[in-house]
T-cell receptor, first 113, second 112 residues
C-alpha cells in the first residue's frame, strides 16, 4: 500500500512564524497535493505538483508556498503564519493518469496563536 | 462552475437505516465522481466512484446513484452500522485535470 507520511500530527506556532509542513510518499507517485480541511468548507486545494520542481496554484494559494526538490517529498510553507491559517492540512499523492488514486496522509492539525 | 455542493452537513441515522448524502455540480465537463470516507484522526480514503456512463454503482452496502441530466449524484448506505460513522466527501474531476474538487463534507453518525 502507498503510504503518505506527514511529519507532524499537531503543531502550535506563533503568528508571524515561518512554518514548514512536510509530506513524504513511498510509491514513486508523480503527483502530490496539499489541501486544507475546515468544517463546512470541505477540502480546498492549496497547491499541487506534477513533477520535481514543478508547482501549480490551487484554489487558495495566498499566504502559502511549496517546495518539491525530490519526487517523494512535497513541503508546504507558511511564509508568515496567521491565525486564519489554523486548520487541518492534508497531503495526498497520486499516480499520474489515475484520477481515482488519491492517497492521503493522516493530516497535520496546525494551530496559530 | 468548479464547485461541488454537498448536503446535508450532518446526518444522524439509526442502526439498520439508510443513510443518504447528496451532491450537485455545475460543470458538465466533470466525468469522475468519487466518494471519500474519513474517520477521526485519519485522512480521507476512497470509498466508491462512478463515471457518468452508468446511473448506479453498488459495492456491498454502498451505492452511488447518478443523475446526469440533473447534475446530481448521491451516496446511499444500506443497513447503516455504527462503524459507518465518519465524515463523507463527494468529489468530482475531469479528464486530464487529475485534481479533485471536493464537496463540503457530511458528518454521519449512526446511533446503535
Amino acid at each position: 500500500d502507498v503510504k503518505v507520511t506527514q511529519s507532524s500530527r499537531y503543531l502550535v506556532k506563533r503568528t508571524g512564524e515561518k512554518v514548514f509542513l512536510e509530506c513524504v510518499q513511498d510509491m514513486d507517485h508523480e503527483n502530490m497535493f496539499w489541501y486544507r480541511q475546515d468544517p463546512g468548507l470541505g477540502l480546498r486545494l492549496i497547491y499541487f505538483s506534477y513533477d520535481v520542481k514543478m508547482k501549480e496554484k490551487g484554489d487558495i494559494p495566498e499566504g502559502y508556498s511549496v517546495s518539491r526538490e525530490k519526487k517523494e517529498r512535497f513541503s508546504l510553507i507558511l511564509e508568515s503564519a496567521s491565525t486564519n491559517q489554523t486548520s487541518m492540512y492534508l497531503c495526498a499523492s497520486q499516480e499520474e493518469g489515475w484520477v481515482y488514486g488519491y492517497t492521503f496522509g493522516s493530516g497535520t492539525r496546525l494551530t496559530v496563536v | 462552475q468548479q464547485q461541488v455542493k454537498q448536503s446535508p452537513q450532518s446526518l444522524i441515522v439509526q442502526k439498520g437505516g439508510i443513510s443518504i448524502i447528496n451532491c450537485a455540480y455545475e460543470n458538465t465537463a466533470f466525468d469522475y465522481f468519487p466518494w471519500y470516507q474519513q474517520f477521526p484522526g485519519k485522512g480521507p480514503a476512497l470509498l466508491i466512484a462512478i463515471r457518468p456512463d452508468v446511473s448506479e454503482k453498488k459495492e456491498g452496502r454502498f451505492t452511488i446513484s447518478f443523475n446526469k441530466s440533473a447534475k446530481q449524484f448521491s451516496l446511499h448506505i444500506m443497513d447503516s452500522q455504527p462503524g459507518d460513522s465518519a465524515t463523507y466527501f463527494c468529489a468530482a474531476s475531469m479528464e486530464g485535470a487529475q485534481k479533485l474538487v471536493f464537496g463540503q463534507g457530511t458528518r454521519l453518525t449512526i446511533n446503535p
